[in-house]
Antibody, heavy 123, light 108 residues
Framework: EVQLVETGGGLIQPGGSLRLSCVAS????????MNWVRQAPGKGLEWVSVIYTGGNTYYADSVKGRFTVSRDNSKNTLYLQMNSLRAEDTAMYYCAKGYCSGGTCYPPYMDVWGKGTTVTVSS | EIVLTQYPATLSLSPGERATLSCRASQSVSNYLAWYQQKPGQAPRLLIYDASNRATGIPARFSGSGSGTDFTLTIGSLEPEDFAVYYC??????????FGGGTKVEIK
């Protein structure tokens, strides 16, 4: 079964750090574009970061310089290192796989999502 | 950054009715637009990609249309499980990926 499971969320003070993990099963994270998307309580979806199959990474302006996406191919796991956390980073964080169909991939679209992990930044 | 505006914010309909949701882009995104459904407490689900293509396993009652700056998601006949929030997302000019603010389809 194709699945993503996020862990690592929690309550953290402003300025602190957290590392989120996203374990994939049923497919390889290294062979797919992998994204992080977040959703603040009661709000819409906000794209956070992507890591390409080739290893290139990109970030939303709101997290650039503070967050780092990476992967461990041997563990088939995606990570999001979050530093200098702010109250506005409070959200549910989802990892999501880029969509492929019929041998063609459309990486910015996301078809497999985890259930998410909650990050709360508060003193 | 391309801004996506969805309207209406809320759509109140009854099961069996047709739902028409709109998404407008601040500049042309060609046909590079997707639609997602999100139910409370769940992750989003990809419904439509590249404006009019149904994703794997999506029922035929969901259809998408449009190009350039104006797009529509149509749900042909609402089933009880279709009451949810719907988001559009563009891939024309990314990163950053951008989403619309969402349309909630609620039971009338």
């Amino acid at each position: 079964e194709v699945q993503l499971v996020e862990t690592g969320g929690g309550l953290i003070q402003p300025g602190g750090s957290l590392r989120l993990s996203c374990v994939a099963s049923g497919f390889s994270v290294s062979s797919n574009y992998m994204n992080w998307v977040r959703q603040a309580p009661g709000k819409g979806l906000e794209w956070v970061s992507v890591i390409y199959t080739g290893g290139n990474t990109y970030y939303a302006d709101s997290v650039k310089g503070r967050f780092t996406v990476s992967r461990d191919n041997s563990k088939n796991t995606l990570y999001l290192q979050m530093n200098s956390l702010r109250a506005e980073d409070t959200a549910m964080y989802y990892c999501a796989k880029g969509y492929c169909s019929g041998g063609t991939c459309y990486p910015p679209y996301m078809d497999v999502w985890g259930k998410g992990t909650t990050v709360t930044v508060s003193s | 950054e391309i801004v996506l505006t969805q309207y209406p914010a809320t759509l109140s309909l009854s099961p069996g009715e047709r739902a028409t949701l709109s998404c407008r882009a601040s500049q042309s995104v060609s046909n590079y637009l997707a639609w997602y459904q999100q139910k409370p407490g769940q992750a989003p689900r990809l419904l439509i990609y590249d404006a009019s293509n149904r994703a794997t396993g999506i029922p035929a009652r969901f259809s998408g249309s449009g190009s350039g700056t104006d797009f529509t998601l149509t749900i042909g006949s609402l089933e009880p499980e279709d009451f949810a929030v719907y988001y559009c997302q563009q891939r024309y000019n990314w990163p950053p990926l951008t989403f619309g603010g969402g349309t909630k389809v609620e039971i009338k």
